[in-house]
């Protein structure tokens, strides 16, 4: 049971969206099918269109990154009944 709630109290704590690393923040990711993706990654004033597969990345395009504005944070739906779990806890 503890660890059940220690999952999501951790599942909690991340973002969905806009997951950054310093210059390098995923804007968006499209899943075509089960083993492919499209990318859009910023990396400083760039943004890259990359396909994902199974076997590798590749380059599909280049582009300015003010065409693709960053992603607002999305709040874990389950964020607020584990804040409450997190208060009612000793």
Known sequence: M???LWALMRLARRPLAGRSGGNLTVVARQQLSRGSSVAVVKVADRALVLGV???GV???ADADAALFP???PVENPLAPALRLLR???P
């Open 2 to 4: 503890f660890a059940i």
């Open 53 to 55: 597969t199974d076997a």
């Open 70 to 72: 960053e992603p607002q």
């Open 87 to 89: 208060k009612s806890s």
């Open 58 to 60: 590749s380059l599909l």
